[in-house]
């Protein structure tokens, strides 16, 4: 449906201005175009660019309206040669009457409302309707009500379908002052489109300053021409005229030129994208598509981040992110799929985000879905974390019970048995002092095993002192030799000093014939711990676990000898 409407305008347009050289060739000394085959060619030139463009812009996304706006000037440029004697229609001369000044406020609208056809500002939308007011109202239609072809001495003019009331005078007044407020609105326009170039930014600015050039070249040859007018008091078609012209009819070639220009560049933009995307496809790093788009934008300090369903930001990695400087969303459908931060003015123009959205939607679904599970691991690791802080933190706790709670209770309970000891003598009742002395050592046994229960929870050691001091203290304590070969020097995080220590200590717990060989270092940003033993212990998945909890690796090595070599590897700060 869309193509078949766009098929008909073509063939209208086509038509129209067809039509229009031949009327203007059918009376010459009253047209412009039709003074000479330059002329004609220059008017269906200027036309039928305008239609071009017109017809694409249509059938582009975001810019129908623009397409239309240009259209109209198309035909509106046509018009200007139908109030012509020869044409032998009543009909098409009463429309040249009112319409032929109609191009220079279409053109401006078309330049004020690029690329996508809509005037925002009412500055613009002010000047815009008093531009269409002093051509179709001043200059078109209130003439046409009063112009009696006849009593004007136009025997060849074919009828005038407005006319109410013939008035010469009315009719010359209408048109002095219609000259006079073209000369006015003309240079507004031309005000206005500048104003608004010089005060955007400069993404917006090298987008729209081609076709604000080329509208306001046509609307200063249109303002010359009023200019010409003012002293004889109407529009006419002499010698100065139709080179004015021509001028515009070059100025609008040159506009047409420069609404394709920022298509073509557009494409070249498209074809920089699609080769970042094949790019990534073949090795898609994660974050890759920033560099990528930072080097296709030319934009150093561009950010891309991903919002997450529960209000987050993250970059391709996953980790969080935070914008800084201007923001635009990358839209699919309704759905916000990314947010570009970048340098102020970069993504003004609309067709260069149309381009990055378009061309790299593919690569940012891909990036976007990859960016959301590196977040949820994330969050599981960090959950993970927090599981294995909490149960450190909860042994440090019944650590610190067992030591100021039941093992303060049974020290006083031993003293007290000794001081009774003391004061019962051997020859009164030996019972009883026998008695005591078997609690006492009973008492002493389940210090012992109370001492042994709370250091197995969590050495105290280990986190007054840290690994290395918890390490040695193990291979003084354990009930299997342990040697250990080397120990880290400095401080970690408590969980990775947990984690560490308790790898070393569930092996020291399984009886073994040989020696136990530690080793325990900080390399490349890790500590890596290496046992050596016998025989892996049974918690090998448990600990398998909390080290992955880490973000970090267990590997388990068996040699040909039977030594089992369990080596792990945990991020540690450098």
Not at 203 to 218: C, D, E, T, W
Not at 514 to 543: H, M, N, Y
Request: negative net charge; hydrophobic residues 50%; contains cysteine.
């Amino acid at each position: 449906m869309a193509r078949g409407s766009r098929l008909a305008v073509l063939t209208a347009g086509l038509a129209f201005g067809t039509l229009s050289v031949a009327l203007a060739r059918g009376e010459p000394d009253y047209s412009f175009g039709g003074t000479s085959a330059f002329g004609g060619a220059a008017e269906l030139i200027a036309g039928y660019a305008l239609l071009a463009v017109g017809l694409v812009a249509w059938a582009r996304r975001g810019e129908g309206r623009l397409g239309m706006i240009l259209l109209a000037a198309s035909f509106a440029w046509f018009v200007l040669d139908w109030n012509n004697p020869g044409d032998g229609s009543a009909f098409i001369f009463t429309v040249g009457l009112v319409l032929y000044v109609a191009a220079p406020p279409i053109v401006a609208h078309a330049m004020l409302g690029y690329p996508t056809g809509r005037v925002r500002a009412w500055p613009n939308r002010l000047g815009l309707a008093v531009g269409y007011a002093g051509a179709v109202l001043l200059l078109g239609l209130l003439p046409a009500l009063v112009f009696d072809p006849n009593a004007e001495g136009c025997a060849k003019c074919p009828r005038n379908l407005l006319l109410v009331n013939g008035d010469r005078g009315a009719y010359e007044s209408f048109n002095r002052i219609g000259v006079d407020a073209g000369l006015a609105w003309a240079l507004l326009l031309i005000l206005l489109a500048v104003g608004g170039l010089l005060r955007s930014t400069p993404a917006r600015r090298r987008l729209a300053a081609p076709v604000i050039i080329g509208g306001v070249a046509y609307l200063g040859l249109v303002a010359a021409d009023f200019f010409h007018s003012l002293d004889r008091g109407f529009l006419s078609n002499d010698g100065v005229d139709r080179r004015l012209w021509l001028g515009e009819a070059a100025a609008l070639c040159a506009l047409a030129l420069a609404v394709s220009w920022a298509w073509v560049r557009g494409r070249r933009t498209r074809s920089v994208l699609a080769g970042l995307v094949v790019e990534l496809a073949e090795s898609a790093p994660p974050g890759g598509l920033r560099e990528g788009l930072t080097a296709a934008l030319g934009d150093p300090s561009l950010q891309l981040a991903y919002p997450l369903g529960d209000g987050r930001l993250v970059d391709g990695r996953g980790r969080p992110a935070q914008l800084k400087g201007e923001i635009t969303p990358i839209v699919r459908g309704d759905e916000e799929v990314a947010l570009l931060a970048h340098r102020r003015g970069l993504l003004d123009d609309p067709v260069l985000v149309e381009e990055v959205a378009a061309t790299a939607r593919l690569a940012l679904e891909n990036e976007r879905l990859q960016a959301e599970a590196r977040a949820q691991l994330g969050d599981l690791r960090a959950s993970r974390v927090r599981i294995v802080e909490s149960g450190d933190a909860e042994r440090r706790r019944l650590e610190r019970d067992l030591h100021d709670g039941a093992q303060q209770r049974l020290v006083a309970l031993s003293l007290a048995l000794r001081l009774a000891h003391s004061r019962l003598l051997p020859d009164r009742d030996p019972a009883a002092l026998a008695r005591i002395e078997k609690a006492e050592t009973e008492l002493r046994t389940a210090l012992a095993e109370l001492r042994e229960l709370a250091h197995g929870i969590f050495p105290a050691v280990l986190a007054d002192e840290g690994l290395a001091a918890a390490l040695e203290a193990l291979s003084e304590e354990a009930p299997i030799p342990i040697e250990l070969t080397t120990a880290p020097d400095g401080r970690f995080d408590a969980p990775i000093e947990a984690t560490a220590y308790f790898l070393v200590s569930e092996t020291a717990t399984h009886r073994s014939a040989g020696v136990l060989k530690v080793s325990a270092a900080r390399r490349d940003g890790q500590l890596v711990v290496e046992v050596e033993g016998d025989r892996a212990p049974e918690q090998i998945t448990e600990l398998e676990d909390r080290i992955g909890a880490l973000d970090g690796s267990l590997a388990v090595v068996r040699a040909p000898s039977g030594r089992v070599t369990i080596r792990a590897e945990i991020p540690c700060e450098s």
